[in-house]
Nanobody
């Protein structure tokens, strides 16, 4: 499985960005997809996930109500719409997926993309 994240950039606080993650493979529609982020000097943290049918989503408390995860199974792409961005959202954002099908959004992630940098200026 290969994952390619894109869409990062420099945005002012209060602005929006949409990240995309394109996935290879034929099993995308059975995979739970997640977004994580890692800020400089900090550990990687969970941001959001959705299951294979997008019927279930998970969000970190810090992004609830501001970020929305969605997917297009026909295109093998998962999105992260980020609104009302804050300087503390600055990080490298990575997408990930699991080796198992139909997993929980809070489960173990086995495949990782290279990340896209999001910088929020105050």
């Amino acid at each position: 499985v290969q994952l390619q994240a894109s869409g990062g950039g420099l945005v002012q606080a209060g602005g929006s960005l949409r990240l995309s993650c394109a996935a290879s493979g034929r099993t995308f529609s059975r995979k739970t997809m997640g977004w994580f982020r890692q800020a400089p000097g900090k550990e990687r943290e969970f941001v959001a996930a959705d299951n294979w049918s997008a019927s279930s989503t998970w969000y970190a408390d810090s992004v609830k109500g501001r970020f929305t995860i969605s997917r297009d199974n026909g295109k093998n792409i998962v999105y992260l719409q980020m609104n009302s961005l804050k300087p503390e959202d600055t990080a490298v954002y990575l997408c990930a997926t699991q080796s198992n099908d139909y997993g929980s959004g809070r489960g173990k992630y086995d495949y990782w993309g290279q990340g896209t940098l999001v910088t929020i200026s105050s």
